[in-house]
Each structure stands twice: as structure tokens, then as C-alpha cells.
């Protein structure tokens, strides 16, 4: 087969991204790739509640002992708290790695 000799190049809207190397890496990233990692990243938030309310917990109980103003809730009041934020979406760890990076 006869080898290609039309035209050649960068597309414009790879040329967009190509002043910021972190900008040009994500943007050849599929983007099913941001779409499982926030799935993954919010369940393994929902399945840590538990954990991370007692974790607050026991932090709110000790910080007491130096301040005693420290509100301390309860472990249901902490999960209902976690349980509110909203969920990650794929745009937000796009945005979160280019501004860290």
C-alpha cells in the first residue's frame, strides 16, 4: 500500500492546548478515563462515611481536651454532613491536577 502524502500537522485544537505541556498531556487523555476515576473516587468516598465521620469524631474529642468551646457531634451527625457534599465530577480532576500541577 502506497504510503500517505496528503496533508499533515498538529489540529487547531491540539494546537490550543500546546503552550502548557500538563495542558496537551490531558488533553490526549480519553475522557472515560476522568469519567471512571470520579465514579471510582465517589464510591470510594461513600464506602470510607463510616470511617471518616469517627475519624472527625475522635479529632473534634481530643481537640476538647485543649479547647473546650470544640463543638463535638455526633458520628450520625458527621456522616449526614459527608453524605452532603456534592459528588466529584470529571471536570473537577481535570481542573484540580492542571492548577496543582
Known amino acids: 500500500a502506497p504510503l500517505y502524502d496528503g496533508p ?6 491540539a494546537l490550543a492546548y500546546a503552550e502548557n505541556p500538563l495542558s496537551i498531556f490531558y488533553f490526549f487523555l480519553p475522557k472515560e478515563l476522568w469519567r471512571r476515576i470520579a465514579a471510582e473516587t ?5 464506602d470510607s462515611v463510616d470511617e471518616v465521620a469517627q475519624g472527625m469524631r475522635r479529632r473534634a474529642l481530643e ?11 455526633s458520628v450520625e451527625e458527621y456522616r449526614v454532613k459527608l453524605r452532603r457534599k456534592n459528588s466529584i465530577q470529571p471536570h473537577d480532576i481535570v481542573r484540580s491536577r492542571i492548577c496543582s500541577g
Open 8 to 13: 499533515s500537522g498538529p489540529t487547531k485544537a
Open 42 to 46: 465517589n464510591k470510594y468516598r461513600l
Open 63 to 73: 481537640k476538647r481536651l485543649t479547647t473546650p468551646s470544640t463543638t463535638v457531634l
